[in-house]
């Protein structure tokens, strides 16, 4: 069974930055996938970003590319959502999103095995 805790969300100006935490236990994650996605009110959940954690291969949608990264730290099985620059628009629940399977599409939500519960982001203008 795999768990993801997520932390870190809350309410910043806009030009701001929060870091969200997704710490994950329950086995090693050196051949996962490891997604963000977001889901703002009436909408649908869209791909923010992923990293290929063996091979620290990362990627980003186009909305947040230069302003979002997606670190991770290896020892503590964990991984990050550092977000500068923040925009009103940026406002959402934040989900970790963990893909085992080598079929794992890193922008599609549907190919992610495990969820975390999502922490809310509000970006004020």
């Known amino acids: 069974q795999v768990t993801l805790v997520e932390s870190g969300g809350g309410l910043a100006q806009a030009g701001g930055s929060l870091r969200l935490s997704c710490a994950a236990s329950?086995?090693?994650?050196?051949?996962?996938?490891m997604g963000w996605f977001r889901q703002a009110p009436g909408k649908e959940r869209e791909f923010v970003a992923a990293?290929?954690?063996?091979?620290?291969?990362?990627y980003y949608a186009d909305s947040v590319k230069g302003r979002f990264t997606i670190p991770r730290d290896n020892a503590k099985n964990t991984v990050y959502l550092q977000m500068n620059s923040l925009k009103p628009e940026d406002t959402a629940v934040y989900y970790c999103?963990?893909?085992?399977?080598?079929?794992?599409?890193?922008?599609?939500?549907?190919?992610?095995?495990?969820w975390g519960q999502g922490t809310q982001v509000t970006v004020s203008s």
């Open positions: 329950g086995r090693t994650f050196s051949s996962y996938t």
């Open positions: 999103a963990a893909g085992l399977r080598l079929s794992t599409i890193y922008y599609s939500s549907p190919t992610y095995d495990y």
């Open positions: 990293i290929k954690w063996s091979a620290g291969v990362t």
